[in-house]
């Protein structure tokens, strides 16, 4: 089992930048990928990036790329999103998920944190 708690959401202006962070308990963190994934109002949870058990492999969805950056520290067991350029397409809850590989699809992820909120205001 892994308990996921996300942290770091608030207000931010567009253009500017926020870090979110992804708390895991359980000893068997090392062992999962992690992911980041969105859901605005009114839409589809999203994928928004991923990062393998060992750090070898990282996806971006192509709305992020080159804006964000996801990392982790299997010491700290801590996930992180650095979010720089914001815009206001994208504000969103931000979900913290783990699972067995890296993936784009939420399907392939076991446990999920309750989220935290991100407004990019205009």
């Known amino acids: 089992q892994v308990q996921l708690v996300e942290s770091g959401g608030g207000l931010v202006q567009a253009g500017g930048s926020l870090r979110l962070s992804c708390t895991a308990s359980g000893r068997t963190f090392a062992t999962y990928a992690m992911a980041w994934f969105r859901q605005a109002p009114g839409k589809v949870r999203e994928f928004v990036a991923a990062k393998s058990s060992g750090g070898g492999v990282t996806y971006y969805a192509d709305v992020v790329k080159g804006r964000f950056t996801i990392s982790r520290d299997n010491d700290k067991n801590m996930v992180y999103l650095q979010m720089d350029s914001l815009k206001s397409e994208d504000t969103a809850v931000y979900y913290c998920?783990?699972?067995?590989?890296?993936?784009?699809?939420?399907?392939?992820?076991?446990?999920w944190g309750q989220g935290t909120l991100v407004t990019v205001s205009s």
């Open positions: 998920a783990a699972g067995p590989f890296a993936a784009a699809f939420s399907t392939r992820y076991t446990f």
